[in-house]
């Protein structure tokens, strides 16, 4: 599976739209993006995923570049309950397993 | 729903002791699933894969006989931890993938057991 470099941490203001974005430049053809997201000491809890339209969901937006080499997760309006670390995850297929990086600490400030 | 369960959420044992945790799956069949230990501050490392009715495929570095894996159904996978040992302490991860239908391409994550030995 494909290599995803994210930023270490950001922030934003409660209510602002959160952009966080993932570089996976060697993403290959037939590969998804997921994102995860992990609150403190629980387990991680699943976003949204998409191979190369931008797709939404009630949780999320996420926009992959038209190259793919690159994707931004959208959170909309960001509430405290959004601090977490959220993992950018490129995965072949459903078969196979999920490797998780650090991830991006996002910060959500009142 | 694609809702995963662990049991315990915590548990403390004796240091050479067993113990056992349980990941269900509770409104769908799982072919596989997946078990993750994540130490504080870290992310989270996967241990071994396991199908249904076979053998769990394991990570390289991880035990298989220190880390005993059973899926003998499409609704229960359990992580043995034996003879274990205070650099065991850690939180386990469980997760699953639906067998068929919309969600089938995506992996669900129980809410995680700490593990204490001491």
């Known amino acids: 599976d494909a290599k995803t470099t994210q930023p270490t941490s950001m922030d934003c203001a409660e209510g602002r739209a959160a952009n966080l974005p993932c570089n996976h430049s060697t993403i290959s053809g037939n590969e998804y993006v997921y994102w995860y997201r992990q609150i403190h000491s629980q387990g991680p809890q699943y976003i949204i995923h998409?191979?190369?339209n931008n797709e939404t969901n009630e949780m999320a937006s996420l926009i992959i570049t038209e190259d793919r080499k690159s994707s931004t997760l959208i959170l909309p309006h960001a509430t405290l309950r959004d601090t977490a670390v959220y993992y950018c995850i490129v995965r072949t297929g459903a078969n196979s397993k999920l490797t998780f990086g650090k991830g991006i600490t996002l910060s959500v400030r009142p | 729903g694609a809702v995963v369960s662990q049991h315990p959420s915590w548990v403390i044992c004796k240091s050479g002791t067993s113990v056992k945790i349980e990941c269900r799956s509770l409104d769908f069949q799982a072919t596989t699933m997946f078990w993750y230990r994540q130490f504080p501050k870290q992310s989270l490392m996967l241990m071994a894969t396991s199908n249904e009715g076979s053998k769990a495929t394991y990570e390289q570095g991880v035990e298989k006989d220190k880390f005993l894996i059973n899926h003998a159904s499409l609704t229960l996978s359990t992580l043995t931890v034996t003879s274990a040992h205070p650099e065991d302490s850690s939180f386990y991860i469980c997760?699953?993938?639906?067998?068929?239908?919309?969600?089938?391409?995506?992996?669900?994550f129980g809410e995680g057991s700490w593990l204490t030995v001491v």
């Open positions: 997760s699953a993938r639906p067998r068929a239908g919309k969600i089938a391409n995506t992996i669900y």
């Open positions: 998409g191979l190369k």
